[in-house]
Every structure is written in C-alpha cells, then in structure tokens.
C-alpha cells in the first residue's frame, strides 16, 4: 500500500518557484552581471550611500584634475551629458527596460551643473560621468549582440558586435526635403550590385538617372539602405553633407570599405537605430521618430 504524497508547505513551494525565476537569466542579464552591474539594469541595487560616497570620491578627483578651471570642467561634463542622451535615445529606441532609469539618473545629475558652486558642478559632473558610463555599458553588454547606429547630427555610423566597434564610418543621409527615418529599424535584406532607379518621374526635382551601386543593405521597404556612392567624394561625408550637394534621397551613403565589411558582416535583422544624436534630451528625439513599432517607415517612399 502506497503513502499518500506529502503536501509541500506554502514556504517550499516559495523557495521552488524562487529558484526557477533565477534558473531563466537572459544572456543580457548574464552580460550585465558579469560587467559588475545588476541583473535589473546597471547599478541599480547599488545602496544610495555607496553611490554617494564613489561620486565624492570622483568629484575629488575632477577638482584636482581641473584645478582653477571650472568652465572646462562644465564643458567636459556637458559633453559627457550630450553623449549619454544620446545612448538613451538609442537605448529608448531599442526598447531597452533600464533605459528609463538610468536616463532619469543622468538628468538628475546633468540639471546641476549649472551650479555655480565648483563643488557642487564636480559632485555634479562625477555623477553625469557615471551615468553616461552606465548608459553606454548597457547598451553595449545588454542591447543587441549585432548592432548598427547612425547619429544624423554626427552624420557617423558605428556598428558594434558584442559591444566592440567592427565599422566606424562618416556617412551623407538624407537632404531636409527626403530626410532619413528615424527610430530602430533592421536589415531586410542585401543586394549586390544594384542599380537605382529614381521612384520619381523625369522632371520632378527629385528624379535622378539609374545609378549602379556595388552593394546596398536595405534597412525599409520604401527604399532607404546604406550603400557606397562612387559619385561622392570621400572627403564630403561627415557632419554637415546632408545639406550639401550629395545629399541623398533618404538613403545613406557609406564608404565602399565600410559597405562590404557591413554586406558581409550583418545578417537579415541586424538592428539598424538612426538616431538625431544633437545631445538634447531622449524626449526631444524620440519626437523626431518617423518609424512605427516594428520599424516600417510611416513617411513617404526614398531613393539613393
């Protein structure tokens, strides 16, 4: 005759299912862990007075490294609070469940650095420091293993594969009138070669010959992909072409080198995030989004 089973106490059944939440870590979370960052995001179980007395500890140092210089300091700070926006919007973009809170961090610290107090602007600068820092960490280590960004405002490509750079590239997007999209879309598939043809009729401001490329990576079906632009010379890519004369119809330009290591390296669905990069806040440029939730273009068609 068999005993009747034992019936798990309320407590047991507790640490069981316990135990099975931390069995389903992601390689994400795992990536972060091992960078010394929390399992819910970077530093976030780190104690208030633990962070307190590291950014005391960094501010010392800022007010020694800038001795007698304040506006320098505030420049360095302001341009790591730049940096930081930046990789928030991406991380935004991307969906990114931390990104909320490392942002609100960032701001927090970034609003004291108006402070005339030289004290209270190196407090505030460690703390931007550290929040930047965590922001480009995550995104690197928690994001996409494969990832291509492009910062319209930099006019600059960089992709990144397991968080080390594999592409760094100036790069011409689209003129005002055919401005590239924004937001997080992917790579749908890659051609080579192809010729352009202008979705345009003859007589429009707009129409431009067929023109052979070597390779294109389409990132939206309404015609945007990166791809070379042997009509462009190489020393007109960089901050600022997208209003010059070889600006393009929405696509982006890449050097010829940088194209086939991204032909050869991305994979259909690799992310591609074009972002407004100009370093205001992540609401500021997450309003410039012209993509809709799964990254299909909501504007009008594009050429090369």
Sequence with gaps: MAWPARRPSGRAVLVVLLMA?????????????????????????APAVTETAALQAEARRLLAQYRGNPPALRDSAGAALAAGRNDAT????????????????LERYGAMLASADVQQLAFAAAGVQRYGAQLHNGLLLDGPSRLITVSIHDQRLIAYDGGRVVVDAPVTTGRPALPTDIGA????????????QSPWPKGSPEWYPDTVVQMVVWFTRNGEGLHDASWQPASTLGPGSQYGPFASHGCIHVPLAAVKALFEWAPTGTPVVVYPGDGSPVASQAQQQSVDAMGNPIGGVRGA
Excluded: C, H, Q, Y
Aim: no cysteine; aromatic share 6%.
């Design 185 to 196: 879309m992917r790579v749908m598939r890659k051609d080579a070669p192809w010729t352009m």
């Design 21 to 45: 939440g931390l069995a389903l870590s992601s390689r994400g979370v795992n990536a972060i862990a091992l960078s010394g960052m929390s399992a819910a995001g970077p530093e976030r179980a």
């Design 90 to 105: 991406v991380a935004v973009f991307l969906k990114l469940r931390w990104a909320g809170r490392l942002r609100a961090g």
